[in-house]
């Protein structure tokens, strides 16, 4: 039940945060905090426990995946906030599979998003500069192939985010 009631919300909050992260590259704490606090509501409300602990669950969930990304700076706060509030409204299980389908839709992106924009050959390159780095020095952020390095390439994440979790609606 909570999983129909779940549609709209994160829909219409998707809806947003990609039209945002689009126009200004910012997904704002206005649209996340608010969703991801109804997200807890409504699960607790219609659960108990069990909703709640699923909501912080999905929450804890995004928290670590995404944080370790954002940890080495390939991808910003606000894309973590957006998963961590999805992850309130469907909870660790279906939000693990959200993830998934982000990184596949966010690598298909980026893959157009380079070759329509000429960049694909020093796309492959910094990946290949990425991967050497962990190898050499750990996983730790690299020196240049940062969000922050005004000229790393860069492709606004939450179009991917809502693709992976509108997906894993229709599998759960």
Known sequence: MVHSIAWWPTVL???????????????????????ALSGLIVNCGLQGPAGLWSSLGGIFLAALVC????????????????????????????????????FIAGAAIGIVWALCTGSLARSLGSTGDLLSSFGKNGIR????????????????????????????????
């Open 141 to 172: 952020p690299h020196d240049t192939i940062v969000l922050q390095n005004p000229s790393s390439l860069k492709i606004p994440y939450a179009p991917a985010i809502a693709l992976g979790t509108l997906f894993s609606f229709f599998a759960f």
């Open 13 to 35: 909050a998707l809806g947003i945060a990609c039209f945002t992260d689009i126009r200004s590259r910012r997904i704002p704490n206005a649209l996340v905090v608010p969703f």
């Open 67 to 102: 944080g370790v990304f954002c940890y080495l700076r390939g991808m910003g706060m606000g894309d973590l906030k957006l998963c961590a509030a999805i992850g309130a409204w469907i909870g660790p299980q279906q939000l693990a599979f959200a993830l998934v389908m982000t």
